[in-house]
């Protein structure tokens, strides 16, 4: 019986290739209260924006050039914000007080 330890799986390279797919970006404002909710990363492509309640149902979804969306009413809670940019994906949390 061979049990794999932590250090054998972080020189797998399938683990190294999926770090460089992480998007950065950043978020703001975070808590939102409504307007404009601007994101900031390295690149110009097309953003494509999902925000998901915590039940993982979409309640917002937009693809865009600009730096910044006005998501529909959202419901005071925790969401999850998911972009997609040049073939990386970056998450985020979004408070609604």
């Known amino acids: 019986m061979h049990f794999v330890g932590a250090q054998e799986k972080a020189n797998k390279p399938f683990l190294n290739y ?10 703001y404002p975070n808590p939102y ?5 601007h994101f900031i990363s390295n690149s110009s492509e097309i953003k494509n924006i ?3 309640n915590i039940l993982g149902e979409v309640v917002f979804q937009t ?16 969401y999850i914000v998911k972009i997609k940019q040049e073939g990386k994906h970056g998450l985020s949390r979004l408070v609604v007080p």
């Open 63 to 78: 693809s865009t050039n600009e730096d910044y969306v006005i998501p529909n009413i959202l419901n005071s809670g925790i």
């Open 50 to 52: 999902m925000i998901m």
């Open 33 to 37: 209260a409504g307007g404009e909710l």
């Open 18 to 27: 999926r770090y460089w797919d992480k998007l950065e970006f950043q978020m």
